[in-house]
């Protein structure tokens, strides 16, 4: 097996060493009651050659673009990645090496993680971005356990149009805490109503996604002064990182915690992951923030270093008294975020998410004149809900053998949306394959 | 001595990002705009990040440059105690990047997605045999991830006993990451001693466990690298008062083929492919943190679950026990057809010869460091083996002096300061994809350092 180095003689000439005759007697403290001395059930090695093979025959059993045209957004985005970053991303001196607990050996990941903080940061428009978690939905839980920690109150309120596996997994956080979980309904424009916050008392944070599930942008800023004048925190989420490449972002609307996702950032779909949460709040919470981060400093001799900071609140030091249980950051995800902003640049993001936002305009207006309904009013960024009339599930399958994916039927997530859709996109689609989409719907 | 690896290092003045390029230039290639601009209330248009413009050679130049400034598993060897730096082999890396697997949205019609479900579905199996578990679980994104969930897990099981209870007990050689886990979940730890071998005493248990211990969270093999011997007695009194079994599976490198879990009494584990299944540990991520359980928890794994029906994969979401979602959608996918990868090369008989070596390489360094540094538990180790700095203790040379010199000399420098049990440790885990020569070398340069401390 190439990838075990050991000779025959190898072997032979350390177990002289050890003073024993076979590899078995290695494991001569376990119990013989602990062994397991038959063979593992499992496939036969296979060659390097083979598993290519195995695996292409695997790959190809799945239908991505550009042969599908695939309309689905919803927390997962089809953006195109330069060469440069996954060629980049590629470097085994990043990929091979582990978390930075020797700054002397690690000062590329460090840099470039701190790198990555800042540009989060401002992307966000929030002081202090961490060195990424698991995933957006992962990153709100932790959000909103953040706040609970810093108010000491047992109570969130969370949108109702806060991406609805992410809702899940906050539930399957906060259920064995005894904390409190309650949603927010939506109103027919396509956003949150926050009326019953009104009603409501000792609330840790208010949680709003923007865009939201609908696609729809939130008025930030007026949520923000009603989730402060309740004295909560006002935590926002998001799973289209791009869109504040042209929208306002959620740190100048008022927001003290942004838990989301950056896999638009450069990060392949990947079947859901692995994936990029990004957390960020202002300087006040630094030290009740979760997880890995990154600061500069200055070596004995004056020259600028980077180094794991504020580790007192991690759990390899507080063990059960720290902010949190993880240990790692997703860090290879970050620098793929950290490289593709950089790659893009202050001027190309704007242009980049400008060009989403007028394709998805493009194909509402075709669709909306085509006689389809649009549900709501409120613009949007990249994914717009649409009202298929009824028996539309026909059309679902006949379009899929023709490789177009029409999108998300919202149906299992929000019963009361029947025959609605959310359709999602973004600069990958091309004029000719929205116009295709919507020659098909009308027929 | 060989000539050392390394030297004092390599030096680089790489300014920071926003400290290169000029407005204007850009370093990616914007689609074709085949669209009119649309209308865009200014209200919503906000100014705009504050990031630098670079062309695409300032980034690719920026980037190598900090590469070159870093040290991997590539580089040398990185005998890092409980983390497993094995080798990454490069066809993991290919097969994760095919376009099939890489384009795949997460929320794919299950027909439009049999290649992956596939996968998933045989992979789930394959870590089933290895660990001798029932059923296992994709979900969790990484090690701590996972041992969350397996808590989680436990949570919901003593729920539906309809009885919770408050405590779960936690032994001194667990990883940092166990009793941060445990009271994410509400519980409290507490804490037991190993014995003077190192391992836990049937005793100690049977003092505390009580009717409202939930469980016992058990590292085996444990982070001063052995094995619990009495991991059997200590399961059977557990379960006699009600509580599960978790073993933290970080370390299964050591007994893949050798041991199963579930055959020795553990009811929940987690396995970190970044370790055990060579997945690249990327600087910290991302992971993957595969949960596998016995029959009587399988009702409490995270939805969606992968199955067959009528030679078809489907994902199903109806286990109204469940302790619901975890990850956004299925967990970190490009991790794992890695380890898959990795399984489907290896096969059967390497897998277990990979365990074999890799004690194998940790008893040779064990017993040709011994007399340069203490060692605190002279016994047969698993894959990892842990020193102190006691005998260099007179020179006021530390476990850090040591660790810092081996960089000097090309090496990244082991676990040092835990576990917490030794002070001053240094764990060394060499795993079995490091050669005869390199390991001879490592030990050289050991020596080489002890004998710098008594000039």
Redesign the interface.
């Known amino acids: ?1 190439i ?4 000779t025959d003689e ?2 032979s ?3 002289q ?2 003073g024993i005759d076979n ?2 007697d ?6 013989e ?4 001395n038959g ?8 060659s ?1 050659w083979e ?2 093979d ?12 550009p042969e ?1 045209k ?1 309309f ?1 957004g ?3 985005y ?1 953006h ?1 990645i ?1 060469a ?1 970053v ?3 991303l ?13 700054p ?6 460090l ?5 990555y903080q ?2 989060a940061a ?2 966000l ?1 929030m002081e202090v971005a961490t ?2 978690h ?5 990153a709100l839980a932790e959000a909103l356990l953040m706040a609970v920690r810093i108010t000491k109150r047992n109570k969130v309120v969370v949108s109702s149009l806060i ?1 609805p ?2 809702r ?2 906050v ?3 906060f ?4 904390y409190e979980v309650e949603e927010l309904p939506y109103l027919n424009t396509g956003v949150t109503d926050a009326t019953g916050l009104d009603e409501m008392n000792d609330l840790a944070a208010v949680a709003i996604q923007s865009p939201n599930f609908f696609g729809c ?1 939130e008025n930030l800023r007026v949520l923000g002064q009603k989730t402060h004048n309740k004295e909560a925190l006002f935590v926002t989420s998001f799973t289209e990182a791009l869109a ?6 959620p740190g ?1 609307q008022g927001a003290d915690i942004v838990g989301g ?1 950056g896999q638009s950032l450069g990060i ?8 990029l949460g990004i957390l960020a709040s202002g300087k006040k919470h630094m030290r009740s923030l979760p997880g ?1 981060l990154v600061g500069k400093t200055k070596d004995l001799d004056g020259k600028t270093g980077f180094v794991l900071t504020l580790a007192t609140r991690e ?8 902010t ?10 970050a ?1 793929a975020a ?2 593709y ?12 998410a ?2 989403n ?3 998805a ?2 194909l509402k ?1 075709k669709l909306k004149k085509a006689g389809v309904t649009i549900t709501f009013d409120t ?1 949007t960024f990249n994914e717009f809900v649409v009202e298929f009339p009824s028996g539309f599930e026909t059309t679902y399958k006949h379009l ?1 053998e023709k490789k177009i ?1 029409a999108g ?1 039927c919202l149906a299992p997530y929000y019963p009361e949306l029947a025959n609605h859709y959310l359709l999602c996109v973004t ?2 689609k ?2 000719n394959d929205m116009d295709a989409l919507v020659r098909e719907v009308k027929s | 001595m060989k000539e050392a690896l390394g030297t004092t ?1 390599l030096l680089l003045n ?1 300014p ?3 400290e290169k ?1 000029k ?19 200014q209200e ?11 062309s ?1 050679v300032d ?2 130049r ?3 440059r ?10 040398g060897m ?1 005998p ?1 105690g409980s ?1 497993t ?1 094995k ?3 490069k ?1 993991n ?17 299950s ?6 479900l ?2 998933m579905f045989e992979f789930e199996q ?1 870590l089933n ?2 660990t ?1 578990m029932h059923a296992t679980t994709l979900q969790p ?5 996972g ?2 969930t397996g ?2 897990i436990i ?2 099981f003593h729920k539906k006993q309809g009885y919770q209870r408050s405590k779960i007990i936690i032994p001194d050689t667990a990883h ?2 166990n ?8 519980f ?2 507490v804490s037991v001693t190993s014995n003077e071998q190192g391992i836990l005493s049937v005793e100690s248990i049977a003092e505390i466990m009580d009717p409202d211990t939930a469980g016992i969270m058990v590292t085996n093999p444990n982070t001063l690298g ?2 619990e ?1 009495n ?2 007695k200590i399961a059977e009194i557990v379960h006699g008062k009600g509580g599960l079994v978790y073993c933290d599976g970080a370390n299964m490198n050591a ?6 879990m579930g ?2 009494g553990i009811d929940v584990m987690q396995l970190n492919l970044h370790k055990t299944f ?1 997945t ?9 943190g595969p949960v596998s359980v016995a029959k009587h928890l399988e009702p409490f794994l ?1 939805v969606p679950r992968v199955i067959e029906e009528n030679g078809a994969y489907i994902l199903a979401e109806d286990y109204p026990d469940s ?13 794992v ?1 890695k380890a898959y ?1 990795y ?12 365990s ?2 890799a ?3 940790a ?2 360094i064990k ?2 460091l011994k007399g340069t540094l203490h060692l605190p538990y002279d ?2 180790c698993m894959h990892e083996c842990v020193f102190s700095d006691k005998h260099q203790a007179a020179q006021k040379i530390a476990t850090l002096d040591m ?2 010199r081996l ?1 000097d000399y090309g090496f ?2 082991p676990t040092v300061y ?1 576990p917490l049990v030794v002070p001053g440790a240094i764990m060394v885990e060499p795993t ?5 020569e390199d390991i001879d070398q490592f030990v050289e340069t050991f020596k080489a350092i002890a004998n710098e401390a008594c000039e």
């Open positions: 097996m990838y075990l180095p050991h190898d072997i000439s350390m177990l060493v050890l590899l078995d290695l494991f001569s403290t376990l119990p009651d602990c062994r397991f063979d593992l059930n499992l496939p036969e090695a296979l390097e598993l290519n195995h695996m292409s025959t695997l790959s190809r059993n799945m239908a991505v673009s599908y695939v689905l919803a927390g997962s089809d195109f330069p440069s996954s060629y980049l590629s470097r085994s001196e990043f990929v091979t090496s582990y978390t930075p607990y020797q002397e050996m690690s000062q590329g990941t840099q470039a993680i701190y790198e800042t540009l401002r992307l428009g060195a990424s698991y995933d957006g939905a992962t991406h596996l992410y899940r997994v539930q399957t956080y259920e064995p805490t005894g942008i504040y490449g042209l929208l306002k972002n100048s996702e392949p779909r990947s079947f859901g992951g692995p994936a890995r759990q390899h030091i507080r063990r059960e008294k720290a949190s249980n993880i240990c790692t950051n997703n860090s290879l995800c620098l950290a490289m902003l950089a790659s893009v640049g202050g001027t190309g993001i704007r242009k980049l400008r060009l936002y007028d394709k305009e493009y207006k613009p899929l994916i998300l600069e990958t091309s004029k | 290092g790489e920071l990002l926003w390029g407005k204007g230039r850009c370093g990616f290639s914007l689609p074709r705009r085949d669209v009119e601009p649309a209308f865009l209330d919503l248009i906000g100014e705009g990040p504050d990031f630098p413009d670079l695409e980034v690719v920026h980037y190598t900090l590469a070159q400034w870093n040290f991997g598993v590539d580089t990185y890092l983390c730096m080798y990454s082999p066809t890396e290919k097969q994760a990047s095919l376009p099939g697997f890489t384009g795949a949205h997460p929320l794919l019609p027909g439009l997605s049999q290649g992956s596939k996968m394959y045999e290895i001798g994104a990484a090690g701590a991830h041992e969350l808590m989680l949570n919901a940092g990451t009793p941060a886990s445990v009271s994410l979940c509400g409290r730890p052995l094995f011997e991991i059997q007994v893949m083929g050798m041991v199963k055959d020795i060579s690249p540990h990327g600087g910290g991520g991302p992971g993957s995270p302790i619901g979602k975890i990850s956004a959608f299925h967990g970190a996918l490009g991790v057809i990868s399984i489907r090369r290896m096969g059967p008989e390497n897998l277990k010869k990979a074999q070596l004690v194998l390489n008893n040779y017993e040709m016994r047969p660790a810092k960089m990244h420098p835990f079995e994809t490091e050669s005869k």
